[in-house]
C-alpha cells in the first residue's frame, strides 16, 4: 500500500472564514478562490493584488507562478476581461496554464470584480515544458 501524501495548510484564512487558503496536498497545490480586498475599484488592480495573493501562497508552499496548470476565473462583469487578460499575460509571458473565465452575479465581497481559484503542482514549470 502507497503511503499517503502529506498534507500541509498554507496561509491564514481571514476571521470567521471557514475555509483554507491554500492546502499542498503532497506535490499538488490547491488555491481558494483570491479576492482582492482594499485593491480598489479597477479590474486590473484586483487582479494584480490577486495574483500577487496567488504567488505568495504559491511561494509559501515551495513554487512559483508557473507551478500553475489551472486557473479557475469568476468575474462580476464581462467589460473586465480585457484587463483581466492583460494583467495575465503580463504574468505568465506566454506560458499560460489552462484557464476558465466565467462571469458569475456576485461575489462573496461585493467589492470584488475578480475571484481566482488556482491549481498548481510544485514538480512542473510551465516555462520549460516538455515537447509532445
Excluded: W
Amino acid at each position: 500500500m502507497a503511503d499517503a501524501p502529506t498534507l500541509r495548510r498554507v496561509g491564514v484564512a481571514a476571521p470567521g472564514v471557514p475555509f483554507a487558503p491554500c492546502l499542498v496536498v503532497g506535490r499538488e497545490v490547491a488555491i481558494s478562490g483570491v479576492i482582492a480586498r482594499g485593491a480598489g475599484p479597477s479590474m486590473t488592480a484586483q487582479a494584480e493584488a490577486g495574483f500577487a495573493e496567488i504567488a505568495r501562497l504559491l511561494g509559501a508552499a515551495g513554487g512559483g507562478l508557473h507551478c500553475i496548470y489551472k486557473l479557475v476565473v469568476y468575474v462580476t462583469d464581462m467589460a473586465g476581461r480585457a484587463e483581466f487578460g492583460a494583467v495575465r499575460a503580463a504574468l505568465f509571458d506566454g506560458a499560460y496554464p489552462c484557464s476558465t473565465l466565467v462571469q458569475v452575479v456576485a461575489l462573496a465581497d461585493p467589492e470584488a470584480l475578480i475571484e481566482i481559484d488556482a491549481f498548481a503542482n510544485l514538480d512542473i514549470d510551465l516555462r520549460n515544458p516538455v515537447p509532445a
